[in-house]
């Protein structure tokens, strides 16, 4: 899952693209041995990952794991996931307990059945919620693009989420039949561009290649610029 948050070079560099990388295990299945062999695999030759995404019962495995590897990456975890449930103060709560148990950063589900019902106040408001409850960490908000069923929908999916104080704005919880998409991808950046905020990326799913990063990280530099 790679960012494109960042300043993209001149041509393809597959180390800058692992340095943008979640690396993820979000299973029903994931152990704590799990969990420390991910984090042995985000240190690699070529550098390490961003981050690691997993449940938060696994934060403080994780972050141990990286301490005595010695790496910097970021302990990734996610709230209101993967439903996109409507209650912002659960959401809020699930963000906050992330957050006291060492994540560094948290993806929230927006509650994306709502918005395609019209109800667009309802993932506002849960954004903000949990951006108050992050504090001074990050927080990603999931659109979840490949169940809204236009880019009007998934344009205003983003300009909620931006409204309401995302950090990040990703695509896909990678639960849905449909992940990232480059249509999606590039109706999100366009968003984000539109807004003038500075808010950063993130395509979730189904991107395993060089390739897949290098098409995304093209995409970034056409819509948002190369710096």
């Known amino acids: 899952m790679n960012r494109t948050s960042q300043a993209m070079p001149p041509a393809f560099d597959p180390a800058f693209a692992l340095s943008l990388v979640d690396l993820t295990s979000l299973n029903a299945t994931d152990t704590q041995a799990d969990i420390v062999r991910l984090a042995q695999q985000g240190v690699t030759a070529l550098g390490p990952v961003a981050g690691l995404c997993i449940y938060p019962r696994f934060v403080p495995v994780a972050k141990a794991a990286l301490q005595q590897a010695n790496a910097q990456v970021r302990v990734v975890t996610v709230a209101n996931f993967p439903e996109g449930g409507e209650d912002a ?30 109800r ?33 929908a998934i344009r205003l999916a983003s300009q909620l989420a931006i409204d309401g104080g995302a950090h990040f704005l990703k695509t896909s919880t990678g639960k849905a039949q449909v992940h990232a998409t480059l249509p999606a991808a590039r109706v999100m950046l366009e968003t984000i561009r539109d807004s003038g905020s500075a808010v950063g990326f993130k395509a979730a799913g189904g991107i395993r290649s060089c390739a897949d990063a290098q098409a995304y990280l093209a995409l970034a530099e056409q819509v948002m610029g190369a710096d």
């Open 120 to 152: 667009t106040d309802t993932g506002r408001d849960l954004v903000r919620r949990c951006r108050d409850a992050v504090g001074r960490r990050v927080l990603k908000v999931i659109i979840e693009s490949g169940c809204l069923q236009s880019d009007a």
């Open 89 to 118: 103060g659960l959401a809020a709560e699930q963000v906050r307990i992330a957050v006291e148990l060492g994540a560094d950063e948290v993806d929230v589900v927006l509650p994306w059945r709502a918005l395609l019902q019209g």
